[in-house]
């Protein structure tokens, strides 16, 4: 199943990108959703996701308040806005789906289905 990502790139610490995935194989609306990252000689870790269905989303503390996931259930597409960056935000982020339904933080052992990948490096 094959999920499209883009955005990324280079920002200074305190700045702002918005990552996006495309899913045109299957309905966002009947999956989780969601977004991990890894960092260079560390383990995939999730860092955001939501059941489309509901709404309901759930992050991992290190971006609370800070990233914000979101889904088009029209255009079959879903976003991760992140503000206020720091450098250890710096990672590979990728965007990942799951069938079902959840009431927490998906870990990465648990999605079917992945996007490429795409590099966030921030900037001190």
């Known amino acids: 199943v094959h999920i499209v990502e883009s955005g990324g790139g280079l920002v200074q610490a305190g700045g702002s990108l918005t990552l996006s995935c495309a899913a045109p194989e299957f309905s966002v609306a009947d999956h989780v959703i969601g977004w991990v990252r890894q960092a260079p000689g560390k383990e995939r870790q999730a860092i955001a996701c939501t059941s489309s269905s509901d709404g309901g989303t759930y992050y991992a503390d290190s971006v609370k308040g800070r990233f914000t996931i979101s889904s088009d259930n029209n255009k079959n597409t879903f976003h991760l806005r992140m503000t206020g960056l720091k450098p250890e935000d710096t990672a590979i982020y990728y965007c990942?789906?799951?069938?079902?339904?959840?009431?927490?933080?998906?870990?990465?052992?648990?999605?079917?289905?992945w996007g490429q990948g795409t590099q966030v490096t921030v900037s001190s």
């Open positions: 990942a789906a799951v069938g079902g339904h959840t009431i927490v933080l998906v870990h990465p052992v648990d999605y079917d289905y």
